[in-house]
């Protein structure tokens, strides 16, 4: 068959801007890995009564399309909104998708505040916006004389994650508001998928500041990764133009009959969530006293720089069955997700083997 453009003719090519985008980075699957600490995920596993209801579900269910409505009346009900302030999504990234399809025209400007979860600037890239970059301040601090100081009439979103992925650093509520009045022509999109493990937030504004949207997940302290299941909050009538442009049928079966469940198990995510505190504390000190360098943390995960050594140990705990996250985007870092406390203890057991191996290597030279 004669080649088209060999005549000139046109050839299909996707967006410029998409040609161009970085794609996310997902791990490939390693089947040596036993303990997986590289996606913040939930490492002990979901409430029992969730996976009670999923095998009680029946093949009709499974065969029908879901509404996501009640859900969302279940989750306004549980954050103290109304359902017409809530959108359940698959999960947060794409609430995060939806807002920058809702709100973005190319060259447009999104401020995000580095280093960052990736699919913020993903998401505006297919909408042809210009991601603006904001380095954390000194320890990563929330950078807010910069962040002032960068919005001007082209800001069209601003990003900001509360607690931060990767360092778990936070805003405080002052400086969000701050940013909320800086940019009243902007959606400000505070993502909040580790709020459980800090305790703050700011959905009680929702509906009071009308550039104002949320995003949560269930993926992290409820444990329902594998169901993909998220929430963007906002005013009314924002919340009423995103139902446009979303699927109708965006969330599958299983997390909307799980829904219920999840929200009503408050003493599992308690638990869970005391747990996760308690270990991330014991390993930032045990890490510390290895020499390693930690910041501060209120969500699930430790930012932990092992500076020259970074490589080396990421690949020997690999060949020992333990993946950890690397962070290029911070000099020399690595993310730990916090699992259980047996869990942490044997990764410190493996990390002390490793530093005391490549010490005795050192020595035999």
């Known amino acids: 068959m004669p080649n088209p453009s060999a005549r000139g003719a046109p050839v299909l090519k996707a967006h410029q801007h998409v040609r161009e985008m970085q794609e996310y980075q997902v791990s490939p699957e390693r089947p040596g890995i036993k303990l997986r600490l590289d996606l913040n995920e939930s490492t002990t596993g979901c409430s029992p009564r969730v996976l009670d209801k999923l095998n009680s579900m029946d093949a009709r269910t499974i065969a029908l399309y879901t509404p996501r409505e009640p859900g969302e009346k279940l989750v306004g009900d549980f954050l103290g909104l109304k359902k017409e302030q809530v959108l359940l999504t698959n999960g947060a990234d794409e609430g995060i998708d939806l807002l920058c399809r809702a709100f973005l025209k190319p060259n447009d400007e999104v401020m995000v505040i580095l280093p960052a979860f990736d ?4 998401s505006a890239q297919v909408a042809g916006a210009k991601v603006i970059g904001v380095p954390a301040a000194d320890d990563y601090a929330f950078p807010v004389g910069a ?3 960068a919005i001007n009439p ?3 979103m601003v990003v900001i994650t509360n607690p931060n992925n990767p360092t778990g650093a936070v805003a405080s509520r002052a400086d969000i508001l701050k940013v909320l009045a800086a940019a009243p022509g902007a959606a400000v999109l505070l993502d909040e998928a580790y709020f459980d493990f800090y305790g703050q937030t700011m959905m009680d504004q929702i509906g009071k500041i009308p550039n104002l ?3 949560r997940t269930f993926s992290k302290a409820y444990g329902l990764a594998g169901l993909r299941l998220g929430i963007l909050a906002g005013a ?10 979303c699927s109708p049928f965006n969330v599958n079966a299983f997390a909307i009959e799980c829904l219920a469940e999840a929200l009503a198990d408050k003493q599992f995510v308690a638990d869970y969530v005391r747990q996760v505190v308690a270990s991330r504390e014991w390993l930032q000190r045990e890490l510390e006293s290895l020499g390693f360098k930690c910041w501060p943390s209120q969500a699930n995960f430790v930012l932990v720089r092992f ?6 140990i990421l690949a020997a705990l690999e060949a020992r069955g ?3 996250r690397n962070r290029p985007d911070c000099a020399g870092c690595a993310r730990i997700t916090v699992g259980t406390q047996p869990e942490m203890e044997y990764v410190i057991s493996e ?5 005391s191996a490549k010490t005795s290597a050192q020595a035999a030279k």
């Not at 009314?236 to 442009?245: Q, V």
């Not at 500076?307 to 080396?312: C, D, G």
């Open 322 to 324: 333990i993946a950890l």
């Open 213 to 215: 949207f949320i995003v």
């Open 154 to 156: 082209r800001t069209r």
């Open 147 to 149: 962040v002032l100081q």
């Open 236 to 245: 009314a009538e924002h919340m009423a133009a995103l139902r446009r442009i």
């Open 119 to 122: 699919m913020y600037q993903i």
């Open 307 to 312: 500076a020259e050594q970074r490589a080396a």
């Open 351 to 355: 990390l002390k083997q490793v530093l």
